[in-house]
Nanobody, 111 residues
Framework: QVQLVESGGGLVQPGGSLRLSCAVS????????ASWYRQAPGKQRELVAA???????NYADSVKGRFTISRDNGKNTVYLHMSSLKPEDTAVYYC?????WGQGTQVTVSS
C-alpha cells in the first residue's frame, strides 16, 4: 500500500519562499509520475505541478516561473519549491502518486 507523507508548509510573507516535500513509500517510485495539487477555501482542488518518472514537468499557468517541481528517486521524495509567493497561493497542498493522496500541508501567504 502506497503512503505519502507531506511536510514543509507554514506561514510566509508575500514574496517569500517555501519548499514542500512528499515522501513516498513505494519501491516503484521512480517509474511513475507524481503531482502537487492545492485546494483553497471554497474552491475545487486544482493541479499545481506534475513530474514524470523521467523528469518531464508541467505547471499550472498561475505558478509558471515561480514554482518548481522536482524529485529525488534515491530518496523516494518529490518536492515543490515555491517562490515569489502571493496571497492567492494560500491553500492546503496535497501530494498525489498512483491515485493516492497525502494528508495535505497548509501554506498561508500573508503579511
Amino acid at each position: 500500500q502506497v503512503q505519502l507523507v507531506e511536510s514543509g508548509g507554514g506561514l510566509v510573507q508575500p514574496g517569500g519562499s517555501l519548499r514542500l516535500s512528499c515522501a513516498v513509500s513505494s519501491r516503484f517510485f521512480k517509474n511513475y509520475s507524481a503531482s502537487w495539487y492545492r485546494q483553497a477555501p471554497g474552491k475545487q482542488r486544482e493541479l499545481v505541478a506534475a513530474i514524470t518518472g523521467g523528469g518531464t514537468t508541467n505547471y499550472a499557468d498561475s505558478v509558471k516561473g515561480r514554482f518548481t517541481i522536482s524529485r529525488d528517486n534515491g530518496k523516494n521524495t518529490v518536492y515543490l519549491h515555491m517562490s515569489s509567493l502571493k496571497p492567492e497561493d494560500t491553500a492546503v497542498y496535497y501530494c498525489n502518486y498512483m491515485a493516492t493522496w497525502g494528508q495535505g500541508t497548509q501554506v498561508t501567504v500573508s503579511s
